[in-house]
């Protein structure tokens, strides 16, 4: 106890140690019977939650996939073909004219890997291949 007056401390032990008075029986049947209808609302309801709840959810995921679909390039389109090496290397060669067939054709591979071609320093010549400069 919490340093009560000796005289608050022995009213505090009777009330604590002494009887309690028991609800009515008519109370008693009150709670029962108002916990007997919540639970059967909450059965009846149930199904109706589920429900609900699934059609939220594919409402939300629906929702969300439409709107990835829609900021990315993935929207249903027919995909065009990538141009091939050869082509890259012809319309690089148009671009620069003082370009090698070797050269041209290495820049267009790296470009159809994705690597970056800042690098305008030719590695040099593909062996087996003859040194061409025709455009």
Do not use: K
């Amino acid at each position: 106890m919490e340093n009560l007056p000796p005289e608050l401390e022995r009213l505090e032990r009777l009330l604590a140690h002494g009887p309690r008075p028991e609800p009515s029986a008519a109370l008693r049947r009150r709670v029962l019977s108002e916990v007997r209808s919540e639970l059967r609302s909450e059965r009846v309801l149930s199904p109706w939650r589920f429900a609900a709840a699934f059609a939220a959810t594919l409402l939300v995921g629906l929702s969300f996939s439409l709107g990835v679909l829609e900021t990315t390039g993935f929207a249903l389109q027919q995909a065009e073909s990538p141009p091939t090496v050869y082509e890259i290397a012809r319309r690089l060669q148009q671009l620069s004219p003082g370009l090698s067939r070797t050269e041209s054709l290495r820049q267009a591979v790296l470009r159809q890997m994705g690597a970056e071609t800042n690098d305008p320093t030719p590695l040099g010549d593909v062996p087996g291949e003859q040194q061409s400069h025709d455009s």
